[in-house]
């Protein structure tokens, strides 16, 4: 198959949450995502209000990026990695939320990472926001329902520009924020991975949603214009969460749910593009009886920027049925299972073809740049003699690059970068797990904290290498 552009980013993704560990270590806050226990496929993880020694929370120690992440940006470098998705822990840079003056030894960290990824080639692509909020925030401020948090999130902003100007030019002020909506539950820790609060003990769900879901918006577009009036240099995005979702049958109704599903985490994205806060989104709101109004001055902080980009985070897709039909299988987000797919071990739809599908959607919508910041399988690996024989996840990516090709070659999609999650093993965001692998690189640490850290090379790093090397040429 035709390669891809010269320019094309290959790499990978990782969350400070999920690798860095040292918790508490050069004047690092409690972040909100250290107080959630380890779990399994069978367990949902379990959010505490402080840590207790019967738990054990996978976050303290991550795979310990914090204190070898030379050693990981070498392998990476190795693979021939020409981009590499980051996030900066905010309880690392402001411990407290709202100190008057930000942690140097957090800043310096990220100074270092940026770069040696710099001098491997690697570039910075840096999340302001993923699933990592100081808990004093949450405890003080209520999260993103006051208004105050905006502020405090805009600040931290201001220090990671300017901190990393001239270094990274590639931002993402949020990830997947489109995973709170006022008419869905994602379930408890999905709305508190997004802002920090538990839906089962919200008296309003609906208005609490909402509002996060705008003040959310309204930071990340003001992120926006105070990061181009930092460095005119800068490109930022946002990214999503997004799946595709088809319909059960050719029954209009059930066409029309699927739409509704597709469509219902897109009014942040639309807000980000057009410039004002959809009007579809307000009628909602109204006819739900919501406290909501958008000041002359919110007004105006969306009519002044707009993404440069957008990240896409895809691993399934849906399938919607109109009335519930007990005789149908329902599937692990939601819907019914997909009779035509398969799913992983953790119950995730395999669906190749839903990338191409997504990718079209969203350049026939907004006609951006779009970087695949998420995409990978999570499976069980088992190694022995140092060595991981990991074909089920070659031919994982092996069709998904195929359709990714086919989108940018055939249908002129605008998707300039590929950043596989996670490139090495990490911490499991659902269920807090290490048995749930997703690297082209193993690490020896298992779900009860026991293991020495060593690294060792899958098959999938020596075959990701080739693929690098030839561009997508040779899959």
């Known amino acids: 198959m035709s390669k891809l552009s010269k320019n094309f980013f290959w790499g990978g993704s990782i969350a400070a949450h999920q690798c860095e560990g040292a918790w508490n270590e050069d004047g690092k806050g409690l972040g909100m995502m250290d107080l959630v226990t380890s779990g399994s496929v069978n367990q949902d993880r379990i959010i505490v209000d402080e840590k207790t020694p019967e738990y054990i929370f996978p976050s303290e120690t991550g795979i310990d990026f914090y204190h070898r992440y030379k050693e990981d940006i070498a392998l990476f470098a190795e693979m021939g990695f020409t981009a590499l998705r980051i996030s900066v822990d905010w309880s690392r840079i402001y411990p407290n939320g709202d100190d008057e003056t930000p942690n140097k030894k957090g800043i310096d960290f990220y100074i270092k990472v940026v770069d040696t990824l710099i001098e491997n080639k690697i570039e910075p692509i840096v999340t302001l926001y993923h699933f990592e909020m100081p808990v004093a925030i949450i405890k003080k401020y209520n999260s993103w329902l006051n208004r105050k948090t905006i ?14 100007k ?85 029954n209009p109704k059930d066409n029309l749910k699927a739409l509704e599903i597709t469509f219902r985490d897109f009014y942040q994205i639309d807000a980000m593009v057009y410039k004002h806060f959809p009007n579809y989104k307000i009628r909602e709101y109204e006819e739900l009886g919501l406290d909501f109004s958008i000041s002359e001055e919110d007004k105006l902080a969306f009519e002044k920027n707009s993404l440069d980009w957008l990240g896409l985070n895809y691993y399934a897709s849906e399938v919607e049925i109109d009335k519930k039909d007990n005789s149908l299988e329902d599937a692990f987000f939601g819907g019914v299972k997909n009779p035509y797919l398969k799913d992983s071990d953790w119950g995730w739809v395999i669906d190749p073809d839903g990338l191409r599908y997504i990718l ?21 690996d088992k190694l022995e003699n140092g060595k991981i024989h990991d074909e089920y996840r070659i031919e994982y990516l092996r069709e998904h690059f195929k359709q990714m090709k086919l989108a940018i070659k055939k249908d002129h999609v605008n998707c300039i970068g590929y950043l596989m999650w996670g490139p090495i093993d990490l911490v499991s965001a659902t269920t807090g797990e290490m048995k749930k692998r997703y690297g082209f690189i193993y690490v020896d640490k298992n779900d009860d904290g026991t293991g020495d850290l060593t ?4 098959d999938s790093f020596y075959w990701y290498k080739n693929v690098i090397e030839t561009n997508g040429g040779e899959l």
Not at 360 to 380: H, R
Request: glycine share 6%; charged share 20%.
């Open 151 to 164: 502020d405090l999130y805009l600040k931290y902003c201001e220090t990671m520009f300017k901190s990393l």
């Open 166 to 250: 001239g270094k990274v030019k590639y931002w993402a002020t949020f990830n997947e924020m489109n995973h709170i909506d006022a008419k869905s539950n994602h379930s408890d820790f999905f709305t508190y991975f997004v802002t920090g609060i538990q839906y089962s003990k919200l008296e309003n769900p609906v208005q609490v949603l909402a509002t996060c879901g705008y003040n959310m918006t309204l930071a990340s577009i003001k992120a926006i214009s105070l990061g181009h009036s930092i460095d005119a240099e800068n490109k930022i995005g946002c990214v999503f969460g997004l799946t595709p979702t088809y319909p059960y049958s050719c």
């Open 360 to 380: 079209n959607l969203l350049t026939q919508k907004y006609d951006l740049p779009i970087i695949i910041t998420e995409n990978g399988l999570g499976a069980v």
């Open 455 to 458: 690294r060792y090379r899958k």
